[in-house]
């Protein structure tokens, strides 16, 4: 059966226009432009590349980088709020140092110079204001042991 003109479908075009164009927002879920992320929608971060192995006192390669997203999984290129990492798991009593608090460009967030400072098994967390913390994958720190 062909429709050729529908008011049910002037009126489902209306509907998903309106909806759209209310307010200040885009209507759409997981759409925000705000940078600071005062919107509706919080931010989900994930670990884009993962903490790898090291040796104390050395960088941590390659750099770990955190990525933020919008409600639908998109990298949130507009958030500009700052993101920050800690060691989760730290039975050693270990210190971590570098730049723990980025700003992301483009919705990810580099950190190039995190060391930790005693040999053991160790998680990451990353956290960003409005948002839940992350967990990285578990990493090693080894001692540098010479024959």
């Known amino acids: 059966m062909r429709i050729l003109h529908s008011s049910i479908a002037r009126t489902l075009v209306t509907l998903v226009v309106s909806g759209c164009f209310q307010g200040a ?3 759409l879920i997981g759409v925000s432009g705000d940078g600071g992320n005062t919107g509706n ?3 989900v971060l ?6 790898n192995f ?3 006192g050395q960088v941590i390669t390659p750099a770990v980088e955190v990525v933020v997203r919008d409600s639908l999984g998109a990298t949130d290129s507009a958030f500009t709020g700052s993101i920050s990492v800690a060691l989760a798991s730290n039975s050693t009593g270990a210190a971590l140092s570098g730049t723990t608090s980025v700003r992301p460009v483009k919705g990810i967030a ?3 110079n995190l060391a930790v400072d005693k040999a053991g098994t160790y998680t ?3 956290s960003a204001r ?3 913390t992350v967990t990285s994958t578990t990493f090693s720190v080894t001692t540098v042991t010479t024959p």
């Open 25 to 27: 927002g885009s209507g």
């Open 110 to 112: 580099t950190f190039s």
């Open 41 to 43: 929608t919080a931010p």
């Open 54 to 56: 090291s040796t104390v």
């Open 46 to 51: 994930g670990f884009f590349v993962q903490p």
């Open 130 to 132: 409005g948002a839940a």
């Open 124 to 126: 990451l967390q990353a």
